[in-house]
């Protein structure tokens, strides 16, 4: 498979020390790839660099069969044909809802660019704010205006920072679900930054784990998700315990390892032997009040703190290793646990992914 | 009012601040003379004619300036004439309780007098007069804390008006100009005290029409200029 | 009241500040996007008439302007005339002696132009100038409006530049600032004041009226 | 060269600075907060000085000072001084005329500060003076030395007002800008260039120097 | 138990409509009381009121025995002794770290500053940050900063304007846990703002869902979590599916209601008849493949679509009225449904709160 992208550069800044940035994709990764990271990893760097608005000292920046950097070549901004939304959109105060969107349109003709208008602010639900200034919109008008802006041009490529992050629960959900159907539809190839791993399960189709400028891991979202290849990814990812273990035995993708005094079953790639780490999330483990005498795989152990989450409840327990179990409020209810309480600490087997401790 | 076209046609003169009153009334008996006057600092209207400002007739307060341009090549010798001789004129306040013209210029003595204001000495022909006069009468040692120095005789009689200085040494033809003459007192300083102020003028030598030029320093001349020249506090030029 | 005197200020001051406009656009701009290591040196030298004493830049104005200077040599050799005492003249000085005022609101409020507005301009492919004229422009409307209002009013109240390089021919280059200290050096105190008293109320309501329009939010301040 | 009226320009520069910043301080930030319904004419009122020509503005001082105006006979009365051609009425005149070169730099700086800050500061209980002292005046740093720098300039180029209310006294009131005046009217060429060199050159250099230090950040402009 | 907070201000601002705020406190809601309820509702107006730096145009402000604020009265924010901290902190960006947190203490002896400002950068973790800008701080660092400053001054009252919400999600637990504890140490009467339910559950004693300026409910947070009095309010507190139905009878706290064509069990207030509002968390629902045969509570209906949320799979039901299910993506995994298949929608009768409908 060709690559598609290739972004290899680094920027050293007048102030701040120097950094760089990789990034390679094909593709089949495309239409809609999530870049995933903690703060300070580069994901606005990438962006930025993509688009033309920071100028990388070194490298190179290949899109499809464009060079857009390289020692010899520069492509500006407004050569790159890029669609870029940030954080909170950046509408042009001075202009209405309609005159925003019509901003890129201004190589078609007037007729042409008042019938794209309409049409994309029909698709973005915006036809009745046509006229109104951005000042008087909500947060998520907003973000659907500096979308429908950047999506007027088909830009070859959309590149989104955080598009949502000033926006409310709900009404990220809605604006998600409603960009992953436009994306889709109009076959734009994306790449949208996000640190809210819920927000990257929802919505791409590839997830690169970025990390310190490097991809540490990238392929389709589901299988990035349950298969993290070492121990930063899987924190990165939200892994909420690890599990330092020793592989006994491995199989056929399944193995078992002694975590702490007990065996564990868990799933594992195969040829993993000797130390390794078993990811364990929350969401994935089953509390029992006593162990349930069907010789399910879990582990026993003391409830050591709990902490209410709205409709979840975190249990932090000692398995002879920290685990945390993070189970509906009204179950964690009926369990009537209190802290100091023995528990079961039920695992799935297909739930544990096993990664080499190095 | 004048149409810039129009301006054209007429003669320019540049003329010297001091020659406002006198002049204004000269233009007003010879309604035939086509002509736009300029006031400004000679200093200024020389430095002006050498970059080619656009007069015809250059009246100097200081005959030495026509020399200057002579000089420059800007006018040709013969081209000078003098039209007039200053006067240096002590002037004060009509409230001040100092007798003036019974004092003559012992009057700067008197301790209601506290400032004395007179043209700056270094370009203005009156100031430097005003220097002589004071040092003729040995009265420049005593007066100098009391000296403050104005742009030209105008300004220092405003510090006069304003009550910013009590007295000055201007001018005799300021001391006649409307509006001043009701509102001191003025003694004539005699002109054995300072050297005589040669009031001289020059043709330009890029005067367009140095017929029109010449007529006009013509009726400068003339003795009916003579008698308005001298209701001003002007006497005839030496010859 | 010298009522030529002031039709030609007021035909000065809209010459000057047209010319201004358009010259000190793309100068503000320059001088807000340079990153030339020499910007500071440009900004003083834009400065700077603004900080001299006008009889001062008037003298070397006029030398520089004046048939014998290389400057003045050439404009006489290409157009015939000589610029100092014209009318030209003095709209060439105005430029000069009110650029500052020109330049420096314009300036400030480029400088408030939102970086991000110029990126999304940028990323929606319009060009340099392009994103000049429909997103600069339009959001420094207060600055250029103050400007242009404080080029007017500066020009109106020019003296000494205008009286050097003017050389107070009436009808031609005999401003109304002019006419005010002619007046005053006849010792015509009442002429003078009725014409400063045009001037000056012309110019206050003028920035009044231009200050009232722009009022931005006062920073708030706890009421007592 | 007449390094006595250099020195005397100076010392008037320097106090007029010090007076300045101790008087525009609390204007500049009283105009930046007010909510006055007359802001507007108190704005139009401190820009007037820089937009009136200086010969008139010094006219109307002398007349202000003079003994004849109860403003005069009052200090008259009081001191024993009346101010006109002494250097203390140069530097009342300074302050007048250069007061919105002091006030203009101040406000745009003080505008600049985040409300939030002052509000974080009320809640910590810092008092008004104290908000002002410890958040206000430090975060405007950079405008307010271009606000005395631009004073400073500005009354050394000084003139109008100078030779109005000066008297042009050598050592007293004779400040550099008259010298070169008094030098061209003498016809001495040679000496007013080099004083105007002189003059030309120091504010030239305080300003981009100035400018230098206060470097912000450029706006951002596609490269190519 | 007598009120410690009254307010009801209104406030007529020059642009924009009139708006006004009511609540009251009593001393038994503290220590930290949320303030929950959607943009707009007048949250952020209520605490810049109560800091004093917004001035309402009429009502009263009283807090404990102060007046600040009634038609004679209006005390300035620094006589109120109240620690107010905005979104973005507002670090003074010319003072270190030591020097914004001393800022509110020169009431102080000089060593008796150093040593407060010593205590509270130890107790906020930030001693080794002691002489570093603001701007060389990551987002958390100066959410902490700001946390310091205002609390150093030992306020009276601690206002806190989303303090959270520029974090990411692993930031955010942290200080949130963290500021629990400080406040409960101090024993700090806290007012917080947040429209993120989980950090309403996970931090609040008391929570008040404010809507429009009037407070819809308040009480303890897992109360009113559980037990919304009003549609409105259920809406607001984040419950997914209100089920309109008819109540057959109710006694002693549980009740069946006629829903669709099934009956259902629920708990319900006493006394509550005729038509209902059944509310249904979509963690409390618990998905089947095939009915089980015990009986259980809940109604059939077929699956009509299916999001993936991260860990969590959210599946929209149609049981003759629409029913939604959050269940972690591994569970959902295992019962292999998909879009059009019949499944059994278990409910907790005691996850079941019913409400009249108005
Ligand atoms: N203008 C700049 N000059 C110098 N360093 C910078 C600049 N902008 C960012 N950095 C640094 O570069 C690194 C990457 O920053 P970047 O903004 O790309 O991170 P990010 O992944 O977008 O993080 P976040 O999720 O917080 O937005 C960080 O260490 C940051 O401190
Ligand atoms: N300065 C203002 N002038 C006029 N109306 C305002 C002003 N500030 C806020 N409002 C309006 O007052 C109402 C309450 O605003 P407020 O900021 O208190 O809401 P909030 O509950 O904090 O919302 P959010 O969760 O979005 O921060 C809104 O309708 C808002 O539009
Ligand atoms: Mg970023
Ligand atoms: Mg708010």
Redesign the interface.
Known sequence: MADDLIVRVELRPAHGPPRSVELSLATGDFPLVVLFGPSGAGKSTLLRCL???DRPSAGAIHWRSCTWFDAATWV?????????V?Q?G?????LDVAANVA??L??LRSAERAARVTEVLDRFDLGALRHRAPATLSGGERQRVALA??LA?RPSLLLLDEPFSALDHPARAALRADLRRWVRELGLPTLLVTHDPAEAMAIGDTLAVLDAGRVRQAGPVGEVFEHPRDAATARILGVDTLVAATMLHAIDGRGVVRAGERDLAVSAPDGLTGRVLVCVRAEDVVLFARAPDDGRNGAPGRVVRIDDEGAFTVVALDCGYPLRARLPRRVFGHLGLRVGDEAFAAIDARAAWTIADR | ????AE?RDRL?V?AA?DL??VLADLLAAHPNLRV?V???ASG?LV??I??????DVFLSADESLTRDLVARGLADDRARFRYARGHLALWASRALAVDVPALGMRALLHPAIRRVAIANPRHAPYGRAALSALSAAHLDAALAPKLIFGE?V??A??MV?SGAADAALVSLS?TF????ASTGQRFVVPGALHPPIEQGGIILRRARDPVAAAAFVDVLRSPAARAIFARHGFDPPAP | MDW?ALALSLRLAAVTTVILLALALPLAWWL????WRW???A???V??P???????LG??L??A????SPVGALLLRLTGT?L??TFPGLVVGSVLYSLPFAVQPMR?S??R????????????????L?TFS??VL??SRTGIVAAAV?TF??T?????VV??LG??????T?TV?VA???Q??????AA?NRT?GV??GL??AL??????T???G???????
Chains 1, 5 share one sequence.
Do not use: K
């Not at chain 1, 950046?90 to 001075?94: I, K, T, V």
């Not at chain 2, 009012?1 to 810039?4: G, I, V």
């Not at chain 3, 109106?156 to 000494?160: A, H, K, P, R, S």
């Not at chain 3, 050389?167 to 031609?172: I, K, S």
């Open positions: 688009a033309g608005l500006p901004p407004q050569f790159r044909d890029v669609g870029f940030a909170h950046a509408l042009f105060p001075h901003f890129g201004d190589a802006r950047s041009r | 009012a004048l149409r810039p301006a320019a540049a601040a406002r009153f736009d300029s006031f400004g200024s430095a002006q050498t970059q080619g400002a656009p007069f030209n105008a300004q009689m405003q008006q300021l100009a409307p509006g001043v | 030529i807000t996007t340079t990153r910007r500071h040196v900004d003083a030298l400065a700077l603004m900080l001299l004493p006008p009889t001062v003298y070397y006029l030398l302007l004046g048939p014998r000589s100092p005492f400030a480029f400088a132009v939102d970086q991000e507005l110029l990126e999304a301009a940028w990323c929606l492919g319009a060009s340099r392009r429909r997103v339009p959001l404080l009013v500066h109106l109240g020019e003296f000494g009286l050097m050389g107070n021919l009436p009808g031609r005999r600032s005010i200290y002619d005053v050096q006849s010792l015509d105190y003078a400063a001037l000056v110019s206050f920035l009044a009226l231009t200050y009232r722009q009022r931005e006062a920073t708030r301040w706890p009421t007592t």
